[in-house]
């Protein structure tokens, strides 16, 4: 006998489902998986499928690949697949579609779910119950995206700068060692750059990590500090137009005590406002004590200048810094939006992420996004805020202005 799975998905129907379609589907369902030994709980709200299928991992993962290529709904995200010792819907073999228990035991007699009046709490407590659960609250109601939509492609004019950007940075004498790109995060709400993020480039555009190989471990908080400061002076000289997001190692500010005030004296020296910087704190690093870290950074917020976790749920400081600090902003990691589309457990941790984020007064951007999928998905979530090669990629030495909103 091959090992038990259970595996549970949601997915939007392709058109809202009337009573007798609804009636039908589980009486279809309900008949095919009797005969190949599936079990499992069907439920239908609000345009929405949530299914549950338990069975041999052979006969459950054939039937799935089945289910995904179904023409009748889209949006299939896959949420959970894991071995069971056990079934739990065993009794009711496929449950509920949006009729009414008297409509689903005349169709399908009193091994149906509701027509039992069971309840969800009287199975147990694992982790189909739980979601079952969530999805009547209404969580994992999946959304029908509309792929025939059209994108809109924004260029910005100089009418909506305040300062037009040279060809070349005339004046400006380039390290010798790195340089930077510059790659905006937009406001989908109306269309606007909310910030430019500076990346370390090499001279001749080489990436980030090439740059950093060649830095000495001892010398890397200092070097953290200095590409700081020509960040600044490159975003100024090319006539900054809106925010500024810098990133900065954690530890660089209890090593050294300009690591902040360096950049603050730079960006006025630089004729830019206290509100366009905006400090990212790199989650990975470590930081040992929170409350001397705070003290530190809090002046500066009187200044009006802005913080933000960078790479947010790939670290170790994430939560805490939540917790301790409350950035203005988080950006989330970009492996968390990557398909997440189409992956339930990333859609739980960033639901969660959004809920939480949203009681704190913290906005959301949404990091390394690449695909229309990826984009519509967070969107449908509420997130506003994007940054990533699908809406425009980093232009070295310049400030782009022109962008796509998916």
């Not at 609000?46 to 299914?51: L, M, R, Y």
């Not at 939509?149 to 010798?176: F, K, R």
């Not at 990346?199 to 908080?221: I, K, Q």
Request: charged content about 25%; glycine content about 6%.
């Amino acid at each position: 006998m091959s090992q038990l799975i259970e595996l549970i998905y949601c997915s939007a129907a392709a058109h809202p489902f009337s009573r007798a379609e609804l009636a039908q589907l589980l009486a279809a369902s309900r008949s095919n998986n009797e005969k190949i030994g599936v079990s499992g709980m069907l439920l239908y709200a609000e345009g929405s499928f949530f299914q549950v299928l338990e069975g041999e991992a052979p006969t459950v993962e054939a039937l799935f690949e089945t289910i995904r290529r179904d023409p009748r709904h889209n949006a299939v995200t896959l949420i959970i697949r894991e071995p069971i010792a056990r079934r739990a819907f065993e009794a009711w073999t496929m449950g509920y579609a949006d009729i009414t228990p008297d409509e689903v035991d005349k169709l399908l007699g009193a091994s149906d779910f509701f027509a039992r009046e069971a309840s969800f709490t009287a199975l147990g407590q694992d982790r189909a119950m739980k979601l079952l659960e969530a999805f009547k609250q209404g969580s994992w109601r999946a959304r029908l995206s509309n792929t025939d939509e059209a994108s809109a492609e924004v260029t910005l004019t100089a009418e909506d700068t305040p300062a037009s950007q040279p060809a070349l940075l005339e004046g400006l004498p380039p390290h010798p060692d790195y340089t930077f790109a510059f790659q905006p995060i937009i406001d989908v709400r109306d269309g606007t750059i909310f910030s430019y993020e500076a990346l370390l480039r090499g001279v001749n555009n080489e990436t980030a990590e090439n740059v950093l190989s060649r830095v000495d471990a001892d010398s890397l908080h200092r070097f953290d500090e200095e590409s700081r400061i020509l960040a600044i002076e490159m975003a100024a000289r090319l006539g900054l137009p809106a925010r500024l997001n810098l990133n900065v190692l954690p530890r660089s500010i209890g090593i050294s005590p300009t690591a902040v005030a360096s950049v603050r004296e730079t960006a006025r020296r630089c004729g830019l406002r206290m509100e366009q910087i905006v400090l990212e704190i790199l989650e990975w690093e470590i930081i040992d004590d929170f409350e001397a870290f705070k003290s530190k950074l809090d002046p500066y917020r009187g200044f009006g200048m802005h913080f933000a976790i960078d790479d947010f749920g790939s670290g170790y400081a994430g939560l805490n810094l939540l917790a301790e600090f409350q950035p203005d902003l988080i950006k989330l990691d970009m492996e968390l939006v990557r398909g997440i589309e189409h992956n339930g457990p990333r859609q739980a941790i960033v639901r969660g992420i959004i809920r939480t984020c949203f009681d704190l007064g913290i906005d959301i951007i949404a990091e390394g996004v690449e695909t229309v999928g990826e984009s519509r998905w967070l969107r449908g979530e509420g997130i506003v805020l994007y940054q990533g090669n699908l809406l425009a990629e980093p232009a070295f030495e310049a400030l782009p202005t022109r962008f796509t909103i998916p």
